[in-house]
């Protein structure tokens, strides 16, 4: 079974706080994902990579960052923290799809609150 | 041109009936069509998916139906059941899947 892990559930931040949210997967797959997820918006993403150290702009890159240093880990970076970020964050990842299926496995997502 | 539309927003179905979930998309590009359902607490997760050049495929109580010409795709829950309670997500993914649009998802209430 694929597993991707968040590192947090719930997280409280300030407004201005650098936030570090962090996601492993465990089956060796090429792409990782970040989203946000609102309320009538579906999923937004934020970055992805499709390999180490390599990152592609989104849609909604605008006050984030990432980080991936090895496969398995993807991180996102709040490099100050506002309240429009409040919003629940979700990684996934993917095999590289060669006319096969382009299935993302989620993690359980991260609810970021930013007061 | 990137724009998932998914209609409607929230649907209730009556135990055993039929939930029908519409999408539409504009750009030709795209050449992987998905729907992922999401439990609360969950991630989504890949429910059933479609290539433009099938017209319907089933799985289970599951159905895609596409087409093609209109830009519309669609997915019929035959059978409802209380356990289908939940929000579905269309999407669509450009080639070799590294970026995929969702629509804006519907939430599903299958009344027992």
């Known amino acids: 079974d694929v597993k991707v892990t968040q590192s947090s559930r719930y997280l409280v931040k300030r407004t201005g706080e650098k936030v570090f949210l962090e996601c492993v997967q465990d089956?060796?797959?090429?792409?990782m994902f970040w989203y946000r997820q609102d309320p009538g918006l579906g999923l937004r993403l934020i970055y992805f990579?499709?390999?180490?150290?390599?990152?592609e702009k989104g849609d909604i890159p605008e006050g984030y960052s990432v980080s991936r240093e090895k496969k398995e880990r993807f991180s996102l970076i709040l490099e100050s923290a506002s309240t429009n970020q409040t919003s629940m964050y979700l990684c996934?990842?993917?095999?590289?799809?060669?006319?096969?299926?382009?299935?993302?496995?989620f993690g359980p997502g991260t609810r970021l609150t930013v007061t | 041109q990137q724009q998932v539309k998914q209609s409607p927003q929230s649907l209730i179905v009556q135990k055993g009936g039929i939930s029908i979930i519409n999408c539409a998309y504009e750009?030709?590009?795209?050449?992987?069509f998905p729907w992922y359902q999401q439990f609360p607490g969950k991630g989504p997760a890949l429910l059933i998916a479609?290539?433009?050049?099938?017209s319907e495929k089933k799985e289970g109580r599951f159905t895609i139906s596409f087409n093609k010409s209109a830009k519309q795709f669609s997915l019929h829950i035959m059978d409802s059941q209380p356990g289908d309670s939940a929000t579905y997500f269309c999407?669509?993914?450009?080639?070799?899947?590294?970026?995929?649009?969702f629509g804006a998802g519907t939430r599903l209430f299958v009344k027992a």
């Open positions: 996934a990842s993917s095999l590289v799809g060669t006319g096969g299926s382009y299935e993302q496995y």
């Open positions: 479609i290539r433009p050049d099938v």
């Open positions: 999407a669509a993914s450009f080639t070799g899947g590294f970026k995929t649009i």
């Open positions: 990579s499709y390999d180490v150290k390599m990152k």
């Open positions: 750009n030709t590009a795209f050449d992987y």
């Open positions: 089956m060796d797959h090429e792409n």
